[in-house]
């Protein structure tokens, strides 16, 4: 009994092991990742996932479950940190719109250079630079998002021609996210995406609207365009997409990579085989 135990919590062990691997120094902090090497047969895949927190807080470590499920299955994931502008404050209707836009811009960033680290160490970490998936939680969703459509791109073009100019991305899994820009979103730079966002979310708006619903006469009131106006936008486009609408869920739907495994693995195995998605979007009651 005691050996068949030790074997299990050994297995437990092996499935969930983390190596460390520091990307970048920028001013005091030390950039890392956390990488989940793929367990049984690996598929080829690999999932860059960014965490959420508002850009104040969060770290690679609380998004365990997610990248442990995808490794279970086979994929390479790499879960990053990035430099949090916002640390000590919030992202709330008090924070001004330029300070929310530089948390947002210093974001995409630090996502942008530990991409470029997984692609040019491809080799070395066992990634295919073909198959290489964004994942972002609320705020590393908004990351992602604007390193796919990037209003940030003509100012730092050292950095960002890297991206805007070669494809180097196989597809994008959105949980809660948003953009302040939707007019970068065009069918030239569009992803496969599969998108969970609940339909009362009280932080990042499920359409259009003002971020966090703040008042005009705030400080901190900007447009955000959402999940499923990105995901109107790429049906418009003919694009492949996939909605799953949480029907009056709020902002913890940002967490539901958790959960939802399942659904995650069904899109970026077809994603992966090329099959034509289209767009589609997935009604889910309260309480399903």
Known sequence: MMRLLTLLLGCATAASAQ?????AVKDQDTLYMLHYEPQGTPNGMTIMHVHGGGFSGGTPEGDKAFATSMQERGYNVFSISYRLFLKGSDFGCGTM???????????????ADAAKFLLDKGTELKVDTSKLYLSGSSAGAEAILHLLYNP?????????????KRQRFKGALVFAGGLVD???????NWVPTLFMHGTADELVPFGTAAHRFCRADQPGWMIMFGDKTIYDTGRRMQKDAILYTYVGRGHEVSGYMNREAGKIHDFLQKVNAGKKLGATQIMVPKGK
């Open 152 to 164: 940030f791109a003509a100012s730092d073009p050292a950095r960002y021609d890297y991206f805007t």
């Open 19 to 23: 190596d460390r691997i520091d990307y």
């Open 97 to 111: 719109t330029p300070v929310k836009l530089k948390a947002i811009s210093t974001a995409v960033e630090d996502v």
């Open 182 to 188: 939707i007019n970068p979103v065009q069918p030239s």
